[in-house]
């Protein structure tokens, strides 16, 4: 069967089925996302507000007549997540790019079953997507954002569906993979858990689940910079675990009848950071979202002391990211 039609009434990025509004607010600390930011940056934490960081608010609209004959919407609001319809222009170059992207796609091709349907959760440009598409395997790109379907459809034509990672437009027990790089750590848990389920709910019997995990640990090279944020995590932390922390995803999956398969790394080529990289992400509130207890004093004294590290320009140690499968 063409896998195109196990998709319920969606076709590719443009189609006029599933209809995606999204409004980035007002930046709490003025400057313009994608700006290098100078090492002696400073932020204000904004009572009330996103702790200078800035909100994306994204609403799916799923105009099909399906599933109890009335249309689904589901929200999700986030603090110091990118607008990914104006950060795909650039997301593949600042993130490694082709490099990145083959180290992931090489350590995921050996989780995954060698010939049925993908489905690439959150795929964005399907840079990695590309690399996993084969004669015999057929991978599907779905993303809520416009602007990085654009330039998925380029790569796999015909192949990129617009989706609400918690309601997926294809069938029931339809896929043979389904795979979720460097999405559930995004999610607060209750959709990070919602997207489990309706992953499950599309696995084939024996289909795979693929997902990266426990991606905050994968920047712990024991560079200069991890010291620093380490003591902001410390000073800033809420008493929580993180959606994608591994002993809560195999509690999760396990629930959905999920079996543990295999774990892998990769290493993510060319993110090593520089300080004055990690200064402009924590000025401009993008590490903010998980520190709501982070003073002003504590903030003002970790980019004091990203400006008087070394080599300001110069990348640290590259993460290395854990990959881990589940069978249905």
């Not at 399906?66 to 603090?79: N, Y």
């Not at 932390?237 to 002993?247: L, R």
């Not at 999956?253 to 993110?271: D, I, K, S």
Request: aromatic share 4%.
């Amino acid at each position: 069967m063409d896998p195109i039609r196990l998709v319920e009434g969606y076709s590719t990025g443009s189609s006029p089925h599933a209809r995606i509004r999204s409004k980035p607010s007002s930046k709490g600390n003025g400057r313009i996302p994608g700006r290098p930011a100078p090492a002696d940056t400073t932020a204000t934490l904004s009572p009330g507000r996103s702790n200078g960081g800035y909100t994306k608010s994204l609403m799916i609209t799923d105009l099909r007549h399906a599933r109890g004959g009335v249309p689904h919407q589901s929200a999700c609001t986030m603090v110091g997540v990118l607008d990914y319809d104006t950060e795909a222009g650039r997301y593949d170059a600042t993130r490694g790019g082709e490099a990145r992207a083959l180290a992931a796609a090489t350590a995921l091709d050996a989780l995954l079953p060698a010939t049925g349907v993908i489905a690439d959760i959150g795929g964005g440009t399907g840079i990695v997507s590309r690399h996993l598409a084969t004669p015999t395997r057929t991978v599907i790109v779905a993303d809520a954002s416009t602007g990085m379907l654009t330039l998925a459809a380029r790569r796999l034509p015909g192949r990129a569906v617009r989706a609400d990672a918690t309601r997926l437009p294809f069938a029931d027990a339809s896929l043979h993979a389904v795979t979720c790089i460097w999405l559930l750590h995004l999610l607060p848990p209750h959709l990070t858990d919602a997207v489990i389920t309706e992953a499950a709910r599309v696995l084939a019997p024996g289909g795979i689940l693929a997902a990266t995990i426990g991606k905050n640990n994968a920047h712990q090279g024991g560079d200069d910079t991890d010291a620093i944020l380490h003591r902001v995590h410390q000073q800033g932390g809420a008493p929580h675990i993180p959606s994608d922390d591994p002993e809560r995803l195999a509690q999760v999956t396990a629930t959905r009848g999920l079996t543990p398969q295999a774990t892998t790394t990769f290493t993510g080529h060319g993110q090593g950071r520089t300080p004055n990289n990690l200064a402009y992400d924590l000025a401009d509130g993008r590490h903010l979202t998980w520190l709501p207890h982070l003073t002003q004093t504590d903030l003002d004294a970790a980019l004091a002391d990203l400006a008087a590290l070394p080599g300001p320009d110069v990348p640290r140690t590259d993460p290395v990211y854990t990959l881990a499968s589940w069978r249905r």
